[in-house]
């Protein structure tokens, strides 16, 4: 016998097609929680009935609800309610903005197992130079050169992921008495990082491109300090998705060049837009170039990079040295062997392809709140006022979806024009999908 469905039909009065109009009422319905998780929805025959409408409308329409992961079908028993609650205990983490899984346990295996052939113990017998063994650094300098980067070996410094070379790169360029301009709103771990090493920190305007040009001169010229430094993420901006064209960035060089300012360039996300320079190719004499495989290849492999113009490794040796932070060479031999059999550019090319897929269903379901998106990116931005972002994120918290505080990507606290980073890369895909039209429901419920 099956049991009845706790559910009372209804068709939103809106303008729209029967279709759509079913799909929002069950929607609304659920995310809302008035139908629980494991509740059955009508049989498609009843519902069509009670409705007055078509049987093929209720089949497309359970179809779509389906997809976007809030239903499950059982073969011979029906449609049931897939989406859980919080306080069912389990939360979706949209929060950490990591890649989706690309890398397999019989990849690594297979790697392992070549490694193990020809790896060098003495590696792990003795300690590694400061700036990490040369025959790594010549590895990463390879891979930056697949980046657009061309890098000496001698001038780059390892470090165990691309917050230390962040970390690394501030010290150098500006110092305890310097100042770092940036973004007004940027990357939540380079903010963190100033405040805990007491670097000053000034907030830049920015537009679809990024950072503004004119408003980074402005700045400058008004800066009293005497050592600048210009932070900046030219490529998928982190939290906007913001991309600057070829003239962007000759402008920022040239504005930075004029007012004696140093560039640290977060180019973690350059792999993503292979046809456009990096400012460390624009200007390798003034740039520092900060790059890591965490965001390319997955967040458990370590390794991070730091290419400095040549007058600067005496300083960057004398730091390093009293504070080594070599990536393990075992991730260094893992990296070596995938360069050479091509792995990591089928990866990225892989990586590509899912974050196209996430960065669709993001804009299908979120699209209409003004949603930024980039096909490339694994995050998306969602502006809104102080106000109204503190709201969303406290209510998505409430019904188990972890979202990052506006707060942590603001460089001025008092800075109201703010907005919400949505991280797409973490989930599984269905785990997003319910979670992105949880966060929908929400959306509807503050407008």
């Known amino acids: 016998m099956r049991l009845q469905s706790p559910w009372v039909p209804r068709l939103p009065d809106i ?21 629980k998780g494991g509740d059955r929805l009508p049989a498609h025959r009843d519902l069509a009935w009670k409705l007055g409408i078509g049987l093929g409308t209720v089949t497309k329409a359970y179809g779509i609800v389906e997809r976007r992961g809030l239903t499950r079908s059982v073969k011979g028993r029906g449609t049931f309610v897939a989406i859980h609650q919080a306080h069912e205990g389990r939360q979706i983490d949209l929060s950490s903005n990591t890649p989706p899984a690309m890398l397999t346990d019989r990849l690594l295996a297979r790697t392992l197992a070549g490694i193990a052939r020809r790896i060098d113990a003495e590696q792990l017998n003795l300690y590694a130079p400061a700036t990490g063994h040369l025959e790594h650094r010549r590895l990463m300098a390879r891979w930056l050169e697949t980046l657009g980067v061309t890098a000496d070996p001698s001038c780059l410094v390892l470090a165990g992921n691309a917050r230390q070379a962040i970390a690394l790169a501030f010290d150098l ?25 007491g670097h000053q920190m000034r907030g830049i305007e920015i537009d679809a ?7 980074l001169a402005i700045a400058l010229a008004d800066e009293r300090a005497v050592r600048k430094a210009v932070y900046l993420t030219p490529t998928l901006h982190n939290p906007t998705t913001a991309t600057m064209g070829t003239a962007r960035r000759l402008s920022i060089v040239d504005t930075c060049r004029r007012a004696g300012a ?51 490794m005496d300083a960057a040796e004398d730091i390093v040295r009293d504070m080594p932070m070599q990536p393990a060479p075992l991730s260094c031999a893992l990296v070596e062997a995938w360069l050479a059999s091509g792995v990591i550019a089928s990866v990225q090319k892989d990586l590509g392809h899912e974050a196209a897929r996430r960065s669709r269903l993001a804009a299908s379901l979120l699209g209409a709140s003004g949603l930024i998106t980039h096909p490339a990116a694994c995050h998306t931005w969602l502006p809104a006022p102080r106000d109204v972002a503190d709201t969303l994120v406290a209510a998505a918290t409430a019904i188990g979806i972890r979202v990052t505080p506006p707060a942590s990507l603001m460089v001025e606290s008092g800075d109201q024009a703010t907005g919400i980073r949505l991280c797409l890369g973490g989930p599984s895909f269905d785990e997003l999908t319910e979670a992105l039209s949880a966060f929908s429901g929400l959306l509807k419920n503050a407008q």
């Open 262 to 312: 140093r560039i640290i360039e977060d180019g973690v996300y350059a792999f993503a837009a292979p046809g456009v320079p990096p400012l460390a190719a624009l200007a390798p004499d003034i740039t520092l170039h900060v790059n890591g495989l965490s965001k390319s290849l997955g967040p458990g492999l370590r390794i991070g990079v730091l290419a400095l113009p040549p007058a600067m």
């Open 173 to 197: 360029a500006c110092g305890p008495q310097g100042v770092i301009l940036t973004e007004r709103i940027t990357y939540p771990g380079a903010i963190a990082l100033a405040r805990r090493r």
């Open 15 to 35: 303008e729209a097609s029967t279709t759509d109009r079913l799909v929002m009422a069950l929607a609304d319905d659920i995310i809302e929680g008035q139908l």
């Open 209 to 215: 491109e990024g950072m503004i040009p004119e408003a």
